[in-house]
């Protein structure tokens, strides 16, 4: 791996997939100055969401998680520095400060340095055996202690991860117990009617709710944990106890340098921040989204591709903006799921349902003042793109036709 040079060129402080993304986009949109990534992580960039699933299932390995092979950075020359962290940045001199004393010059910069779990101070949440989830190595680890079976773990959070991490762990054969501060698991997201379709395929594998309720205490003896007492009284027996309760943005960098914070590092479409030379995607960036006219902010993978391509076009002075639909998706057992839309539009929408809740085979729209702004498809593929199609072109529509199975969703 080669060291940074002192000439001015792209540098891209964070090395998960919004990060590589753009440096990827830098070199196919002709860019053939110098690119240094700078990685605090170990690893050469990878994706997250196996983390949770196949990877952490032993489904799928580690080339899974690599959205470049590892030989992708050196044949296009750009420049990783894993295990180093950017622990300043100075806007005015264009320039970035390493953990290891070192400094870069830039151009144009780029923060892709993506969120970290949210962090809850429960009584007991330092003892043995009280686990976070954010990185390879945590599902690693994670992996190593759920493989065999047998466990009691208890996940706090009902959100997609909770969720996620709840399945695989039972699947592999473990006792599950799931806090989560909503009644139903999922409904922030999507209501408590689809929530449901979830939380009643993980009671089928076992998977037992303690909804609403959160941790009071995490008990332990001698270090280890041995029990979570919920705020409902209950007493949860646990050796393994994940918290899973959102995570946010790791902005303390822009911050520190005065870049405008507005839930994330605050960007225009073009994901350019207060500083013009200075630019922020994925989890981090909090965007103008021209469909809304709002700021959003989003936690999904789509996101982190989507937006590393704009950052790198306006990095290079090319016009783009980031007007995508957001995208995410979701395995739980056998249920697969995939969301697009405007989940902030949802809340007074109308839910229309074409298929069957019952047998876990539906598309969800949300309907509002007769215009679709949002659908999920639950184990029914191919769909994405006549949703997405809805959604973006805002015609007018019927529910009745929404919901007809006979009527083909690209005729609506
Ligand atoms: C377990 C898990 C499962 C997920 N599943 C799904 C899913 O099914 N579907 C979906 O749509 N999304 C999913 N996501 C979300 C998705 O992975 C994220 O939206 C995506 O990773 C965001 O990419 P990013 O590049 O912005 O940030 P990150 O992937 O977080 O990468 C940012 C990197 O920057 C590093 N960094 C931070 N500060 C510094 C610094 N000062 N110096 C150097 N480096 C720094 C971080 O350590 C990290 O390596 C999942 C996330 C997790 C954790």
New binding site residues.
């Given amino acids: 791996m080669s060291e940074p040079t002192t000439t001015p060129g792209m540098v891209i ?9 753009a440096a990827e986009t830098l070199r196919k949109e002709g860019y053939a100055g110098d690119i240094t990534i ?4 170990a ?1 050469l ?9 196949g990877f ?1 299932s032993g489904k799928e390995d580690e080339d899974f998680l690599l959205p470049y092979p590892g030989t992708w950075y050196t044949e296009n020359n750009v420049t990783v ?1 894993t295990g ?4 300043a940045l100075d806007p005015a001199n264009h320039t970035v400060t ?2 290891d004393g070192r400094t870069l010059s830039y151009a144009k910069l780029l923060i ?6 949210r962090v809850i101070p429960f009584k007991g949440v330092d003892l043995d055996g009280v686990h976070y ?3 390879k190595a ?2 690693v680890a994670m992996k190593e202690l759920l493989k065999g079976g047998g466990h009691n773990v208890v996940m706090v959070g009902s959100g ?2 909770g969720m ?2 709840a399945a695989t762990a039972a699947e592999l054969g473990n006792k599950v117990a799931l806090l989560g501060l909503e009644e139903v698991p999922l409904s922030t997201a999507i209501g408590n009617e689809l929530g449901r379709v979830f939380a009643s395929r993980h009671e089928e594998a076992g998977v037992k709710f303690f909804l609403p309720s959160s941790a009071e205490e995490i008990q332990g003896t001698d270090g280890k944990v041995t029990a979570v007492l919920t705020t409902t009284g209950e007493s949860l027996v646990a050796d393994i106890v994940i918290v ?1 309760v959102g ?1 946010v943005p ?1 902005i ?2 822009a911050k520190d340098a005065g870049l405008t914070i507005n839930n994330g590092i605050q960007v225009s479409g073009s994901l350019q921040s207060s500083d013009p030379d200075i630019f922020a ?5 909090n965007s103008l989204h021209p469909t809304t006219g709002a700021y959003a902010r ?7 591709i989507a ?2 391509k704009v950052a790198a076009k306006s990095m290079l002075g090319k016009a783009a903006e980031l007007n995508d639909i957001p ?5 739980q057992f056998d249920l697969g799921m995939e969301y697009s839309g405007f989940g902030a539009l949802t809340k007074d929408a109308e839910l229309v349902i074409r298929g069957s809740l019952e047998k876990r085979e539906f598309i969800a729209f949300w309907v509002l003042e007769s215009r679709v702004v949002a659908g999920m498809n639950v184990n029914v593929w191919d769909v994405q793109d006549a949703i997405k199609d809805l959604i973006a072109s805002r015609r007018s529509v019927e529910n009745s036709k929404l919901a007809d199975l006979q009527i083909p969703l690209e005729s609506i």
């Fill in positions: 402080i964070g090395g998960g997939l919004a990060g590589a993304t700078v990685a605090d992580e690893e960039p990878y994706q997250r969401p196996p983390l949770s699933k952490l520095l180093t962290a950017a622990t390493l953990a892709a340095t993506g969120a970290s779990p989830f954010r990185s945590d599902s997609w991860i996620e991490i899973a995570v790791n303390s960098l995607a994925g989890d981090v960036a989003s936690e999904h993978w789509a996101n982190a937006s590393g995208y995410f998706y979701t395995d």
